[in-house]
């Protein structure tokens, strides 16, 4: 196809402007790392050039697919408003003994129901492919990509027939109680994918001031309402996964908006979690009662090495910090480490398959950070069946 040759062609020979451009604007990686995979590109190193190569070949699958809205969706909010996003709980089922009465929690056992609601699918859509785009058009400097992130904008968040209401008033409403609640935030956690790459497509002709200052007036909205609203008090009161995941999404949104001072005050309160959601060996005890105990207690460490990067910007260290009786995100991640590798037999309960590709991303971030062998020999054990080559660019070996 026409747009894969260009975008190969502006990747091999990256001009000049790959060596003279400045460390990009980025918040959920180092603006350092993201230079030096593109001059070991221009210098000809052939790992990075595959891994780079294989960004952009996965980035050219987003060009042609129809930007995404939550308008698209069939079903109606309470408030009559299609533009309100909206989501069933996924662990929420009818009730066999009260059919029409509400619906009861199967913890762990997603309901099929929850894909008639498009709207979480077009939040993971959008942003997953943002992500990509805003990477290739880094690396190659080619229009393609930023045209079709500018279009990806504006459908979902600037144009009024289909853009987002920036709340998450009904997010994972459960049938027969609610119409949403502070849970449902979790859904939009990759928002903060946005924020923090949308400005590697700046000096694009196809993202203007005024596209830039109508994304910015949105996430000013949706951060006052995470702070103000009820939902988000509630999300923002979770003891376990729910809240250092909300925690990012003031954090990196905060960051975008340019809140470096209100950033700083928030992350006392995400650092007092670490004495409440840990154990002094490391063990996540609200994970721990999950009926996908190892999941979620990987989930919740994604969460706060999510939360340590953006923490990074302002020159507040998650990665080192420990409570008086060793609590910290390192504690953590060495108590999960062996049951993650199948080293150690995993007494907890685990009703589906770990993905130990997700643990995989955890280590890269860990060992670009601590630089241990223990955590390079994992690297080395799980890519033997996959190598994770985003991982490689953004946070290196």
């Not at 229009?143 to 998450?168: C, G, Q, R, S």
Request: hydrophobic share 35%; aromatic share 12%.
């Amino acid at each position: 196809m026409k747009f894969k040759l260009i975008a190969f062609a502006a990747l091999f020979s990256l001009v000049s402007y790959a060596a003279s451009a400045q460390n990009p604007k980025v918040f959920l990686v180092k603006p350092e790392r993201l230079s030096e995979v593109k001059n070991k590109v221009k210098a000809g190193d052939a790992q990075t050039k595959a891994w780079v190569n294989h960004l952009i070949k996965d980035a050219n699958k987003y060009l042609t697919e129809k930007a995404a809205s939550v308008t698209d969706k069939k079903q109606v909010p309470t408030s009559g408003d299609k533009h309100d996003y909206m989501s069933l709980a996924p662990y929420y089922w009818p009730d066999p003994s009260n059919p029409s009465g509400p619906y009861i929690r199967k913890d762990g056992q997603k309901n099929p129901e929850i894909n008639d609601y498009s709207d979480h699918k077009a939040i993971d859509n959008t942003t997953k492919a943002v992500k990509y785009l805003c990477l290739a058009y880094y690396f190659t400097h080619d229009e393609v990509y930023a045209k079709k992130v500018a279009e990806l904008i504006y459908v979902f968040f600037l144009d009024a027939a289909t853009k987002m209401n920036p709340n998450m008033k009904f997010a994972q409403a459960i049938k027969g109680v609610n119409d949403g609640r502070g849970t449902g935030i979790l859904d939009s956690r990759a928002f903060v994918d946005v924020v923090s790459f949308i400005d590697l497509i700046d000096g694009s002709k196809a993202w203007t001031n005024t596209d830039k200052s109508q994304l910015k007036a949105w996430f000013t909205e949706y951060y006052e309402w995470l702070s103000d609203s009820k939902n988000g008090h509630d999300e923002r009161n979770a003891k376990n996964n729910h809240g250092i995941w909300f925690d990012t999404q003031m954090l990196g949104v905060g960051l975008y908006l340019g809140k470096e001072d209100a950033v700083k005050e928030y992350l006392k309160s995400t650092i007092a979690r670490v004495d409440v959601q840990q154990e002094t060996d490391g063990r996540q005890p609200l994970e721990l009662v999950r009926t996908a105990a190892l999941s979620y207690s990987t989930f919740c460490l994604d969460a706060w090495f999510t939360a340590a990067t953006l923490a990074d910007n302002v020159g507040v260290d998650l990665w080192n910090y420990k409570t008086k009786d060793g609590k910290g995100i390192k504690t953590a991640l060495d108590w999960l480490l062996p049951y993650a590798m199948g080293d150690k037999t995993w007494t907890y309960p685990q009703i589906h398959e770990y993905k130990k590709g997700d643990f995989l991303t955890l280590l890269i971030k860990a060992n670009s950070k601590y630089k241990e062998d223990k955590y390079r020999a994992a690297i080395d054990r799980l890519q033997s069946d996959k190598e994770d080559y985003l991982d490689e660019i953004l946070y290196g070996r």
